[in-house]
């Protein structure tokens, strides 16, 4: 069963805007990963959380995690029409070895 | 090559068939991991290889499917007598994640898509 919830489910918004992305689980956490993936083929892991974080950026991602709310947001600034994708978060529990367990995900369109 | 690769990339077969699928890990990566993807059932975990020890196969569906590994190159994932419900991508992925260090991120390859008829 999926361990991540992820809203909204589908997200539109025009070039140049912020989208934001958020992402909640039920049990800890060891780490919390988001993952991008184009056309319903290979994902392409974008950024890892670990528990002991709270923010972490790279380039126009930045990713928060809130242990006590079991709750993570992804935040692309400046989007492109090149982000229109799917985007899954993923966690790894402390109690289940390394194996993911993924969100149902958000569809982003960004429109030119 | 620099990726995870798997093929074929897409297959086709009819219902009762076996099928092998085959991920060719980033070389170096200890750490080896199927998983799948259906409309119905999102992104599942299947099973998971970490070097000599023995696999976690918690989230194979059935009997029907298997996995092996070659020490830590090749997998390979078999589903016998295939139905239409497991008509899904295959996603497989390799991470450089050791038992001392298991928490790695995962390089996912381009999937299978595999569609019983």
């Known amino acids: 069963s999926q361990q991540g919830e992820e809203d909204p489910q589908a997200l539109s918004i025009q070039e140049g805007e912020n989208a934001t992305m958020n992402c909640s689980y039920k049990t800890s956490i060891n780490n919390l990963q988001w993952y991008r993936q184009n056309s319903g083929r290979g994902l392409v892991h974008l950024i890892l959380?670990?528990?002991?974080?709270r923010e972490k950026h790279s380039g126009r991602l930045r990713v928060t995690l809130d242990t006590s709310k079991k709750s993570s947001s992804l935040l692309i600034t400046a989007s492109r029409a090149a982000d229109t994708a799917s985007y899954f978060c993923a966690t790894v529990k402390e109690t289940s070895g390394s194996r993911l367990t993924f969100g149902e995900g958000t569809q982003l369109t960004v429109n030119p | 090559g620099a990726g995870v690769s798997q093929s074929p990339s897409n297959k086709v077969t009819e219902k009762g068939k076996d099928v092998e699928l085959r991920c060719d890990p980033i070389s170096g990566h200890t750490a080896l991991y199927w998983y799948r993807q259906s409309l119905g059932q999102g992104l599942e975990f299947l099973i998971y290889f970490q070097g000599n020890s023995a696999p976690d196969k918690s989230g194979l569906p059935s009997d029907r499917f298997s996995a092996e590994r070659t020490g830590e190159s090749v997998s390979t994932l078999t589903i016998q007598r295939t139905q239409q419900e497991d008509s899904a991508v295959y996603l497989c992925a390799s991470s450089g994640a050791t038992g001392t260090r298991p928490y790695n991120e995962q390089f996912f390859g381009p999937g299978t898509r595999l569609t019983v008829l």
């Open positions: 959380i670990r528990s002991n974080e």
